[in-house]
């Protein structure tokens, strides 16, 4: 993975773009700091795609996810209705 100062990567941005498509993953620093990282769309789907299941995945799954579909209750009381009149 090549390494680009934040100024060479904006004044040579086509260049930039050219060896992430050619090299793939591309470092910028910022004061030397690493900051932020351009990655081909081909590897960015195949990230995304990774990152989470699909729904088609999740419903044919063995195992059942309760704890993803039900939110945790709070803290908060009922209201009780008074006895009507």
Known sequence: ?????IQDAK???SEFVQSC???GPQMV?????EAAVLIPVSEWRRLQAAARPS??????????RV???VPPRGNARRRVLAAAQ
Not at 55 to 64: E, P, R, Y
């Open 21 to 23: 498509i050619a090299d």
């Open 67 to 69: 704890d993803m579909l």
């Open 11 to 13: 004044a040579r941005f």
């Open 1 to 5: 993975m090549q390494t680009w100062p």
């Open 55 to 64: 729904l088609k995945k999740l419903l044919l799954q063995d195992t059942v």
């Open 29 to 33: 620093t910022r004061r030397g700091a």
